[in-house]
């Protein structure tokens, strides 16, 4: 099969799975937000930069759900990126600030980091979907005490709000090893890899929102954190599809992100991670089921590794 063809095929399977009809009945089940950060559009094997985020919306278009897309500056170019926000933003979904360097914050720098993330902002504010949402990169909020409240507080001063993940993954791992696959082999089947990050993305979502349901006592409409990566170009409708059929509702990323639920902060050390592991972490009833980080490759490479992925 050549490679067009095969691109051909894969986002028509795409469309074909987002498009498959909801369940009779309401579903009362967890919330699900999909947030969407970096928007790196370098092109991929299989799928451009912009065929990939034609496929993203297109999957959330046929599911009939707004996203909320956190940008990283370094990654905005002139060519691509105006499109491409410009795309989200009339579509109705919201653009947040992911800062301008995409740094591991580690408490040292709050003024210097506050100024990064100012620098990405002239970036997003030509766009009607843009909203003073912060998402941390790597979802790290300090090691400091005095580091983590001196952020917090400038980006109060500035009149942001932090925007929470609740579910966290390792989909941008299982992505890097799929283009490393594809890009030794153009003709690599890709089904394994889907049903891999199909099994990894439930997984955690499952884990995530028991964690939710013993520390606060009932669920969420919880946010869950992808990346703009090959992945979820191809593989988000099937996702979405999953959810969906397995009793989980699919609700809008500003919904979501206006809960009370995701307006807490925790003091915990270091901070970050999802907003339920924190939590969990704060209550200090939960240590045996808790990972430090919660999610990263050490996790993932054994089993991919055994599955020959």
């Known amino acids: 099969m050549g490679f067009e063809i095969q691109r051909r095929t894969l986002l028509a ?17 967890p919330g699900l937000a999909i947030t969407v950060d970096d928007f790196n ?7 451009s930069g912009t065929d990939r985020d034609a496929a993203i919306r297109k999957a959330l ?63 997003l504010t030509p766009y009607a979907g843009f909203r003073r949402l912060f998402r941390y990169p790597y979802l790290a909020e ?43 082999d153009p003709h690599a089947d890709v089904a394994p890899y889907r049903q891999y990050w199909l099994d990894h993305i439930w997984d955690r979502a499952t884990y995530y929102d028991g964690l939710a349901r013993d520390v606060l006592g009932h669920s969420l409409d919880h946010t869950i954190l992808l990346h703009h990566r090959l992945t979820t170009g191809l593989f988000l409708g ?6 969906r059929e397995r009793g989980w ?9 206006a809960s009370p639920d995701l307006s807490r ?33 050490t996790y993932e490479k054994p089993r991919m590794d055994a599955l020959g992925l």
């Open 13 to 29: 399977a795409g469309v074909a799975m987002t498009m498959a009809p909801r369940p009779a009945g309401a579903a009362t089940g």
């Open 41 to 47: 559009l370098a092109d991929t094997p299989l799928l």
């Open 61 to 123: 278009d046929r599911h009939g759900v707004k996203a909320a897309g956190f940008v990283a500056g370094k990654y905005v170019d002139t060519g691509r990126s105006p499109r491409v926000l410009a795309a989200w933003s009339d579509q109705g979904h919201i653009l947040g600030n992911h800062s301008f360097s995409h740094n591991d914050y580690g408490g040292k720098d709050p003024a210097g980091t506050m100024a990064d993330i100012l620098k990405c902002e002239p970036l």
């Open 142 to 184: 300090g090691r400091t005490a005095e580091g983590r409240d001196a952020l917090r507080a400038l980006l109060r001063q500035h009149d942001y709000r932090i925007a929470p993940v609740t579910i966290d993954t390792s989909d941008w791992y299982v992505d890097a090893r799929l283009t490393a696959r594809l890009a030794l």
């Open 238 to 243: 099937d996702g979405l599809t999953m959810f």
């Open 249 to 257: 509702r699919l609700v809008d990323a500003a919904a979501a992100l």
């Open 265 to 297: 902060s925790y003091d915990t050390l270091p901070a970050g991670q999802s907003l339920v592991w924190a939590a969990a972490k704060s209550s200090g009833r939960y240590d045996g089921r808790l990972r430090y980080p919660g999610e990263d490759d």
